[in-house]
């Protein structure tokens, strides 16, 4: 895969409950290699702004990177109980492409910025058939 940046098709979705929706955008960076990072970034703009607001972005998490793994995370739904992410987590013995386990993250609006409900924290085998080639 060639280096370079991919931003996708933004997903709408109410999420701050202002009546409005706001913009998520799922950034892929790729290194060249088997390595990918990815970004998740919300995006409001209410009538009478002229130009798009970031509310808040979704990066890395160093406690996921200790064996030297991507920062994949990746958006798996967007609506008004929230934003459900997912982010790689990798073992020792996973390759740069293929972490064995994902992490799912709830992230709720709480009037000023989004909060993780960590009690809906949970970590998910990644099943092989999404690394077979189709």
């Known amino acids: 895969m060639d280096p370079g940046t991919d931003y996708g ?15 998520i955008f799922v950034e892929v960076m ?6 990918v990072s990815s970004f998740v970034s919300v995006y409001s703009m209410l009538p009478g702004e002229h130009r798009p607001r970031n509310v808040h972005h979704f990066g890395s998490d160093p406690r996921l ?26 073992t020792e013995d996973d390759a740069m492409c293929c972490p064995s386990r994902r992490r799912v993250e709830t992230w709720r609006w709480n009037g000023r910025a989004f909060v993780e409900a960590v009690s809906a924290r949970r970590v998910e085998a990644i099943p092989m058939s999404e690394y077979q080639a189709e």
């Not at 098709?9 to 913009?23: H, Q, S, V, Y």
């Not at 790729?30 to 390595?35: A, K, L, P, Q």
């Not at 920062?71 to 982010?87: E, F």
């Open 9 to 23: 098709e933004p997903t709408f979705a109410d999420l701050t409950g202002d009546g409005w929706d706001e913009a």
């Open 65 to 90: 990177e200790q064996y030297g793994g991507d920062t994949r995370l990746d958006l798996r739904s967007a609506d008004a109980n929230g934003l459900v992410l997912t982010r790689a987590v990798f």
């Open 30 to 35: 790729f290194s060249g290699g088997t390595s």
